[in-house]
C-alpha cells in the first residue's frame, strides 16, 4: 500500500525567543566579531536550559504533524530487531564475543570455554543502568586472561571510570573497592605479569562526576599512567606528560612478548606521532624489582612529528611499523633497536592502494587489508620476507567492507566480519593452518526486502577537475525523474574514509519512503591516502570538501535522481560542519540540511573539551592566516539576512564533551533570528543523556532516527509505502 506525498509545510514559523545581547564584540585580527549568543556556552545556566527546553518543545509539536511518523519507528524497530553478532576472539582460555539479542539497550559480553561450548553472559552494561545509557568504552584483558579491565561512559561523555573483575565463574562484580576516576581519550593495555595497566587520564576537571560530561572546559595535560593492582589511584605511577605541551595526547602499547612497552604522542588530531619505546627488562634492572615502580627511561625512535606510525608486532628487538613516512598510502617498515642507524626498513612497499588494516597471526602470517576505490581487499604475506603468499588474499565479497577483525600472533585463526550498504554480512573463520576459510556466522534482517534494493558508485568530477567517488543506494525501481526524497550523506576529514555500512536507519527511508541515499567519499578523508586525499580538504584547502559535497548535489540533481526541492544533506560532527558550510554557501542548491553534534563556531571551536586537536584540520583561529580561511566557511559567522535558507535542522545531545553542544545552539539562535520569516523551518533537537554518538542505546538510536526522517519526510514531502 502506499500513501500520498506530504504537503510541505510553508513558513513563516514561530521559534523560542533567545536574548541577544549586543554588548559582546570581539577584535579578532583587525574584525570586530559579535557574539550576541555567547550566554548560551554555559550549560548549566537556567537560561540556556530554558532554550534548550523550548527548542525542543518547538521541533516535536513540528515533526509530530507527520502522519507517517509512528509508521517509521514501527518498520525501523521491525529492521532493528536482528540478532547482532561481534567477531569471537580468544583471551586466556576462553573466547568471547558480543551479541545484541535485537533491541537491546547496549551489547552484551559472552564468554565461552571453546567454540562449541554452551555460551555465558560474561558482561552486560544494561544491568548498570535502567535507561541503557551507561556503556562499555574500552576494555581490556589481562594476558592470563584472569583479569578484565573496562572503562564505563556514562550519557555519551567521553570521560569512562575504569573497573576491574576476574573472568573465573562466580567472581566479585568489583576485584578493586574504588574505580579510575577522569580517564579519557584512553586504551587499558596490560603488562603479560597481570599485575597492572597503562591507561591516559586528566586532571580532575573540577566537577562532580554526576555531571562529568556537561563542562566545557578545555581537556588539557594529559598523563599516561600505569596503575598496579590492588593499590589506590593516588599511587599510581606517572609514565609520561609533556607540562612543556599541554596539548599533547599519550598513549602505550605492550609488545606482543610482553618486554616492551610502546608509548606514542599525537599533538592534535594528525595522524603523525613520535614513538618511544620503553625495555622492561633494563626498567626491572634498573629498579632492583620486577615491576615498574617509577617513570621509566625510554628509546627515542621518532622524536619529531614527521610521520604516522602505528605498532605493528616485534620478535626481539626487532620491531614492524605501519607508517605514512616517504608512502602516503602507507607501508610497512621495520627497525631493529640493535642497530639504530640502519633506520626504517621497507619490508612492504606502498600501494596504489591504500593501507587501512593490519594484523599478525600465527606467528609471521601478515594480514594487509586495502581501500581500493572505498572497497575492502585482505592481502596476505610473510612478515619476515614480505613475500606475498598462497592465497593471496582473504575470502571477502566484491564491494564489501570489513568491520572488524580478530586474531593475534598466538593464534592460528582469525575471525573477520564484513558488510554491505544492504547486506548485514557475515562473521568468516580463516584456519591459518588448513588456510581453509569457513562462514562462522550469517545475519539475518527480519522485514529486509534486500531484492528491492540496488547500489551503484559512480564518479563525479568537482569544481577543480578532481574525480570523486560516490555510492548511490536505492530501490530497483527508482524512476530518475528528478523527484525522490534524496539524502546526502558526507564527512570530509581527519583522514577518515566513509566506507559502506549497514544502517536499517538509511534502509527504512528508501524501502518506506522510496528515498534516495548517496553517500560522497569527499576530500578531506583517508579514502586515495594522506597526500591525495586528506592533505587536499584541510587547513588552507578546507574548501575543496565542501566544493566536492556541492559538486556531488549538482551530479545528483543533474542526473536526475532528484531535484533542489527534493534533496537534503547530512553529516555528523565534522559533518555537521560540512552540512553548515554548504547550507550557509549554497543554499539554494537543497532543500534541507541535517547538521548533527556539528563543529559550527570556527572562530572558538579550539577553547572547549578536546577542540584544540582539531587544529590540525581547520587550523588556529589565533593565527591572522589561519583567521583568514575560517571567515569564509565558519557557519555561525556566514549566516545572512534576507537569504532563503532550506529547512534546517540542528541535532545534538547534552552530554556531547567532544563537540560541545554551545555550537548548535549558537548556530540555530542566529540563523532563527536572521530568518525569521524563512519559508522553511530552522529547528534544533537536543537529546538528553546522549553524548558524540557513542554509548546510545538502542531505544535512543531509535527515537533519533524516527524523528529526523519525521522532519525529512515533512519538508521534502515524502510519501510511504509498506
Known amino acids: 500500500m502506499t500513501s500520498p506525498a506530504l504537503d510541505v509545510p510553508q513558513g513563516p514559523f514561530t521559534y523560542p525567543n533567545a536574548r541577544k545581547d549586543e554588548s559582546v564584540v570581539e577584535n579578532l585580527h583587525g574584525y570586530d566579531v559579535p557574539d550576541p549568543y555567547r550566554w548560551l556556552e554555559d550549560p548549566d545556566s537556567p537560561e540556556t536550559q530554558e532554550f534548550v527546553e523550548a527548542q525542543n518543545k518547538t521541533f516535536f509539536q513540528f515533526i509530530e504533524k507527520n502522519p507517517y511518523r509512528e509508521q517509521f519507528k514501527e518498520k525501523l524497530t521491525n529492521l532493528w530487531n536482528y540478532e547482532k553478532f561481534g567477531c569471537p576472539f580468544k583471551r586466556g582460555d576462553n573466547y568471547y564475543y558480543f551479541h545484541n539479542s535485537g533491541l537491546q539497550p547496549q551489547s552484551v559480553l559472552y564468554q565461552q570455554s571453546s567454540l562449541e561450548a554452551e555460551a555465558k553472559p560474561f558482561f552486560d552494561p544494561n544491568a548498570l543502568s535502567e535507561d541503557g545509557t551507561v556503556s562499555l568504552n574500552t576494555y581490556g584483558f589481562s ?21 576491574v573483575r576476574e573472568t573465573r565463574e562466580g567472581a566479585a562484580a568489583e576485584y578493586e573497592g574504588t574505580p579510575i576516576q577522569w580517564a579519557k581519550f584512553t586504551g587499558i593495555h596490560w603488562t603479560h605479569d597481570d599485575k597492572g595497566f597503562f591507561y591516559t ?19 588539557k595535560n594529559a598523563m599516561l599512567c600505569y596503575h598496579r593492582l590492588g593499590t589506590s589511584q593516588d599511587e599510581d605511577i606517572v609514565i609520561h606528560k609533556d607540562p612543556e605541551n599541554p596539548e599533547h595526547l599519550f598513549s602505550a602499547q605492550v609488545s606482543d612478548d610482553g618486554k616492551y612497552v610502546i608509548i606514542s604522542t599525537t599533538r592534535s588530531c594528525d595522524p603523525e606521532v613520535k614513538i618511544y619505546i620503553v625495555e622492561l627488562e633494563k626498567e626491572f634492572a634498573r629498579n632492583g624489582k620486577n615491576e615498574i615502580t617509577q617513570a621509566p627511561e625510554v628509546l627515542k625512535i621518532v622524536d619529531d612529528f614527521i610521520a604516522e606510525f602505528s605498532y605493528v608486532t616485534n620478535e626481539g628487538p626487532v620491531f614492524w611499523f605501519e607508517t605514512a613516512l616517504q608512502a602516503p598510502k602507507r607501508r610497512i617498515v621495520k627497525y631493529d633497536l640493535t642497530k639504530p642507524k640502519d633506520g626504517f626498513v621497507e619490508v612492504i612497499p606502498e600501494s596504489e592502494d591504500v593501507l587501512a588494516l593490519n594484523n599478525v597471526v600465527d606467528g609471521d602470517k601478515l594480514v594487509l587489508v586495502y581501500l581500493h576505490d572505498v572497497k575492502h581487499v585482505a592481502r596476505l604475506y610473510d612478515l619476515r620476507t614480505g613475500a606475498p603468499l598462497t592465497p593471496k588474499e582473504l575470502p571477502l565479497p566484491l564491494g564489501s567492507i570489513i568491520g572488524s577483525m580478530a586474531g593475534r600472533k598466538e593464534d592460528t585463526e582469525v575471525f573477520y566480519s564484513f558488510s554491505s550498504f544492504t547486506t548485514p554480512g557475515s562473521i568468516i573463520r580463516f584456519d591459518f593452518k588448513s588456510m581453509q576459510h569457513s562462514v562462522y556466522r550469517e545475519a539475518k534482517v527480519n522485514g529486509l526486502k534486500a531484492d528491492l534494493l540496488q547500489t551503484k558508485q559512480v564518479f563525479f568530477t568537482s569544481k577543480d577537475g578532481t574525480r570523486v567517488p560516490m555510492y548511490i543506494i536505492s530501490r530497483n525501481d527508482t524512476v530518475l525523474d528528478g523527484n525522490n526524497p534524496t539524502m546526502l550523506y558526507g564527512y570530509g576529514g581527519f583522514d577518515i574514509s566513509i566506507t559502506p555500512s549497514f544502517a536499517v536507519t538509511w534502509l527504512t527511508f528508501i524501502q518506506h519512503m522510496k528515498g534516495v541515499v548517496a553517500v560522497a567519499n569527499i576530500r578531506g578523508g583517508g579514502e586515495y591516502g594522506q597526500e591525495q586525499w586528506y592533505d587536499q580538504g584541510k587547513l588552507g584547502k578546507k574548501q575543496n570538501v565542501f566544493d566536492d559535497f556541492q559538486y556531488a548535489a549538482k551530479w545528483l540533481i543533474e542526473n536526475n535522481y532528484t531535484s533542489s526541492k527534493k534533496l537534503a544533506i547530512n553529516g555528523g560532527s565534522n559533518g555537521g560542519l560540512l552540512v553548515g558550510a554548504c547550507v550557509t554557501q549554497a543554499p539554494e542548491l537543497f532543500a534541507a540540511g541535517v547538521a548533527e553534534v556539528g563543529v559550527l563556531d570556527m572562530y572558538r571551536f579550539h577553547k572547549f573539551t578536546i577542540g584544540h586537536a582539531w587544529t590540525s584540520d581547520y587550523g ?61 523551518p530552522i529547528m534544533e533537537r537536543v537529546e538528553t543523556k546522549a553524548g558524540h554518538g557513542a554509548g546510545k542505546s538502542t531505544k535512543q538510536r531509535i527515537e533519533e532516527a524516527t524523528d529526523k526522517f519525521s522532519f525529512l519526510g515533512l519538508v521534502l514531502g515524502a510519501g510511504w509505502t509498506n
Open 143 to 163: 594476558k592470563s586472561g584472569r583479569f578484565f579491565a573496562y572503562g564505563l561512559s556514562a550519557s555519551g561523555s567521553d570521560w569512562v571510570t575504569i573497573h
Open 201 to 219: 587520564r586528566f586532571p580532575n576537571p573540577g566537577t562532580t562526576s554526576d555531571k562529568a560530561g556537561t563542562e566545557t572546559d578545555s581537556n
Open 620 to 680: 588556529n583561529p589565533d593565527t591572522k592566516e589561519d583567521f583568514e580561511v575560517l571567515r569564509k566557511y565558519s557557519p555561525l559567522h556566514n549566516v545572512r539576512p534576507n537569504t532563503r535558507y532550506p529547512a534546517i535542522l540542528i541535532m545534538t545531545g547534552d552530554h556531547d564533551d567532544r563537540v560541545v553542544p554551545l555550537h548548535s545552539h549558537k548556530f540555530v539562535a542566529t540563523l532563527q533570528y536572521h530568518a525569521k520569516a524563512n519559508p522553511s
